[in-house]
């Protein structure tokens, strides 16, 4: 048997979309299908504001010139992240100061923020590792009593609350993406979340290549013209009508994941009571999305060995993150301290295959199989 890791997910309606799309005479950006997508979101998790992008990282490319990052200026991160989560602060020039994982979860420690905040510290980006929230309400505590902004990437968090907060609506900023590995797809693509009314009419502007485009169409100027820096982030009508058509099934979607994650938490759970793995840790603060299924080993080696196994029998696991205090471009500039959970997380943590169109017998035969290997 061969599973795969990954397999993008179909709802019925993305041709009938993209059809409509290509005869509508309007295919670039901010046409019909963006405007669903805008409206979709903002009335289900209470988003202020809205924009599509063509990745998270557009977004959170975004989020960087929309908080002025220029040279100096020091930005929280945590170091088990993707590589685009701090790259868009450093283009603008800050300084990255990774922060560590929590012992029990990926997430950033939210207690030891504090500690790394100095008078050049300009904003707090957090990650929800697998959709499941970080300590918002204490990062929040923070950053308002210090004057920072926070960001939220939720690339992974799409329909995943805090507290019944929608996770993308508590920081000021948040970034989504809806790649092909994600719960709601469009192949690349990802969203900008302003939830800060200082950043509303800004965001525009930056998304339209610096121009006041959106204001014109809307007939609020009589011109438009050039009057800020930006790029064009904003992608074509097909993605968006791509995406539309999945937000249409997010709920049959998300029922069908955690019916997954249900079934992989269940059966291994036994291991984790044996002493033999460590499961996903949910804090009773977060809900479950079900974005992704990971285990926890006892060792590197012992990861390296299981992740072999699996995959000589068909079974397509992998890792994620290497810490980015680590990297080769970075570990120079990092300031030397020990960031040992975030170590950890990359060298004990496996990510199962997890798809919508996975079988039951598939899950079934990785279930065995990793039970077999702990025999």
């Known amino acids: 048997m061969n599973i795969p890791f990954n397999k993008p997910y179909f709802s019925g309606k993305e041709a009938e979309n993209l059809t409509k799309a ?11 299908f963006t405007k669903k997508c805008h409206n979709f979101f903002t009335n289900k998790y209470g988003f202020k504001k809205v924009l599509l992008t063509t990745s998270c990282t557009d977004a959170l490319e975004m989020a960087a010139i929309l908080l002025n990052i ?22 603008k020039g800050a300084k990255i100061v990774f922060a560590d994982s929590e012992d029990n979860n990926p997430n950033i420690d939210a207690s030891r ?12 980006v957090v990650i929800h590792y697998g959709g499941v929230a970080c300590d918002m309400d204490k990062i929040m505590e923070i950053a308002t009593r210090r004057n920072i902004f926070v960001v939220e990437d939720a690339a992974q968090a799409i329909d995943s609350y805090y507290k019944n907060r929608a996770l993308g609506s508590i920081g000021h900023l948040a970034a989504f993406s809806f790649h092909e590995t994600k719960n709601i ?11 800060d ?3 509303i009419e800004r965001s525009e502007i930056i998304w ?18 050039w009057v800020d820096i930006g790029s064009s982030f904003l992608p074509s009508e097909l993605i968006a009508a791509f995406l539309y058509a999945q937000l249409e099934s997010i ?19 036994k291991l984790e009571q044996e002493g033999k793995i460590k499961l996903v840790n949910i804090p009773v603060s977060a809900s479950n999305n079900a974005h992704l299924y990971y285990l926890l080993t006892n060792s590197k080696e012992e990861r390296t060995s299981l992740l072999k196994f699996l995959n000589d029998n068909g079974i397509a696991a992998v890792f994620h993150y290497l810490p980015l205090h680590q990297s080769s471009y970075y570990k120079d500039k990092h300031d030397g301290r020990h960031l040992d959970n975030a170590v950890k997380f990359s060298e004990q943590l496996i990510r199962l295959p997890f798809f919508n169109d996975i079988s039951a017998q598939q899950q079934e035969y990785i279930i065995d199989k990793i039970y077999e290997y702990y025999s």
């Open 185 to 195: 797809i469009s192949g690349e693509g990802g969203m900008l979340v302003i939830n």
């Open 22 to 32: 290509a005869t509508s005479g309007h295919i670039s950006g901010n046409g019909y």
């Open 113 to 124: 923020i504090e500690e790394l905040i100095t008078p050049k510290t300009k904003a707090i």
């Open 70 to 91: 220029k040279d100096g200026d020091e930005v929280i991160c945590p170091s088990y992240a993707f590589v685009s989560t701090a790259n868009a602060f450093v283009l």
């Open 251 to 269: 709920d049959i979607i998300q029922e069908t994941r955690k019916s997954i994650w249900n079934y992989y938490h269940s059966k291994l759970i």
């Open 208 to 225: 339209e290549k610096g121009t006041n485009r959106a204001a014109f169409f809307r007939g609020e100027v009589d011109k438009y013209g």
């Open 197 to 199: 009314d200082r950043f």
